[in-house]
T-cell receptor
Framework: GQNIDQPTEMTATEGAIVQINCTYQ??????LFWYQQHAGEAPTFLSY??LDGLEEKGRFSSFLSRSKGYSYLLLKELQMKDSASYLC??????????WGAGTKLIIKP | IAGITQAPTSQILAAGRRMTLRCTQD?????MYWYRQDLGLGLRLIHY???????GKGEVPDGYSVSRANTDDFPLTLASAVPSQTSVYFC???????????FGSGTRLTVV
């Protein structure tokens, strides 16, 4: 079966760095996505990785290792507004997105 | 319209009633999707459509139906609502390769 695993909840301090991990097992691979979702709102796109390595976009970076079925989202210089759920999703061989349950990130002052 | 529009924003519905959730996009995306999101379970795909005139079943299709008469619209119908269908429903769209995956703002449905 297809499976995406990520931690349920993480806590970090304002100004610090946090890494949210995602492991996956899917039928085929056409890219991995990270989305941010604030409470009561729709998910919004953060990053897309299809090749191994690190993609950096401002304070956010995303890493992919296809051989290990592993990705992480790195958030630097954390701000209170980064408190949200972070969703990992993998696009399978049929171009369907398989979603993880999301990681709730709590930022403390 | 900019992006994806869902209606209504929220609804309280009596069990047994029929309800259609509306979704319209103006990005000319070929593919459209309906998800439900429940606490602790993440996003679960209900139905999808890869192009106008075609639809497919997702992970949790029972009790729901969809149609795709044209590129822009993808309504979701609950023929006879039950309390277990209380959830937040998100419509999304993308191009054929999954690029530009965009979500609507969601419909919060409560079935009582």
């Amino acid at each position: 079966g297809q499976n995406i695993d990520q931690p349920t909840e993480m806590t970090a301090t304002e100004g610090a760095i946090v890494q949210i991990n995602c492991t996956y097992q899917t039928s085929g691979f056409n890219g991995l996505f990270w989305y941010q979702q604030h409470a009561g709102e729709a998910p919004t796109f953060l990053s897309y990785n299809v090749l191994d390595g690190l993609e950096e976009k401002g304070r956010f970076s995303s890493f992919l290792s296809r051989s290990k079925g592993y990705s992480y989202l790195l958030l630097k210089e954390l701000q209170m507004k980064d408190s949200a759920s972070y969703l990992c999703a993998v696009m399978d061989s049929n171009y369907q997105l398989i979603w993880g349950a999301g990681t709730k990130l709590i930022i403390k002052p | 319209i900019a992006g994806i529009t869902q209606a209504p924003t929220s609804q309280i519905l009596a069990a047994g009633r029929r309800m259609t959730l509306r979704c319209t996009q103006d990005m000319r995306h070929n593919a459209m999707y309906w998800y439900r999101q429940d606490l602790g379970l993440g996003l679960r795909l209900i139905h999808y459509s890869n192009t106008a005139g075609t639809t497919g079943k997702g992970e949790v299709p029972d009790g729901y139906s969809v149609s795709r008469a044209n590129t822009d619209d993808f309504p979701l119908t609950l023929a006879s609502a039950v309390p277990s269908q209380t959830s937040v429903y998100f419509c999304a769209s993308s191009d054929s390769t999954g690029s530009g995956y965009t979500f609507g703002s969601g419909t919060r449905l409560t079935v009582v």
